[in-house]
């Protein structure tokens, strides 16, 4: 038996995996291309449809792949686990609203795997709660800080994901404090449409933007932005020439009122 470590992103995959090669971890990677965040949760072929609707890139083909249930994933690892059992199950998340609910999400689809789980909550790096601003050198000796969660621990983990499930918003976010804000899709649009003017710019330029300047405590991705540049664009906000199969295939400028 050995470790099998679980990460919400790919981008957090390859830094495990990498580690593993060389040797500063060991075990298998279960890495889940997600945001837990943002979208549906209380429905795999829905939540799947709306991660495909994100972003501009179509044209490379589906960044989600050919599944129709976003929770596949999931069910691989549970029989994963009970084909090969596993000394410990490692849950490694950084303290935004994504991975906040990761770890929930993690105990609910695990509630009932005979697993020791542990987490390993890596800490804000200059202001940034996300695991992805971590070298694979700076993650990995946070393996001696993973702690046990007892069974009564991801029981209640557990309830929280289908708490947090139910609620109507699709916007995850933590406060300051790290307390999960639920919020409306549009909550970031004023930000987007500051970095637009009167003036043609390339859309990547402003999405890029968008991103750069969003709170470093819940760091907005691509896939997210696009998809709010889409909807701006759609209700005659913004203004957009050229074919939108790509973020760097067209330029958006404020409409004229």
Not at 83 to 104: E, H, K, M, T
């Amino acid at each position: 038996m050995a470790d099998v470590h679980i990460v919400s992103s790919l981008s957090g995959g390859g830094i495990l995996s990498w580690a593993v090669k060389k040797r500063t971890l060991t075990g298998e990677v279960f890495a889940f291309n997600e945001i837990p965040g943002t979208g549906p949760l209380d429905d795999g072929a829905k939540r799947m449809a709306f991660l495909r609707s994100l972003n501009f890139n179509k044209e490379n083909g589906n960044f989600w792949g050919g599944d129709s249930d976003s929770f596949a994933r999931w069910r691989e690892l549970q029989a994963r686990l009970l084909a090969q059992p596993a000394d410990r199950l490692v849950i490694w998340a950084g303290s935004d609203g994504n991975d906040y609910v990761f770890i929930r999400m993690a105990c609910h689809w695990l509630e009932r795997i005979p697993v020791n789980v542990m987490l390993v909550q890596a800490p804000p790096i200059v202001g940034y709660h996300s695991m992805a601003v971590y070298s694979f050198e700076e993650l990995a000796p946070l393996i001696n800080q993973a702690v046990l969660l007892p069974a009564a621990a991801r029981s209640k983990l557990a309830r929280e994901f289908e708490d947090i499930a139910s609620r109507p918003e699709l916007l995850r976010e933590c406060d300051e404090n790290g307390v999960l804000q639920f919020r409306e899709l549009s909550a970031h649009d004023n930000l987007l449409l500051s970095h637009c003017d009167k003036r043609w710019k390339p859309a990547v330029r402003v999405i890029g933007q968008t991103i750069g300047f969003s709170d470093p405590r819940n760091s907005l991705g691509d896939g997210f932005v696009s998809s709010r540049l889409e909807h701006l664009i759609v209700n005659g906000q913004i203004e957009a020439d050229g074919v939108r199969t790509s973020m760097r295939t067209f330029r958006v400028r404020l409409a004229k009122k």
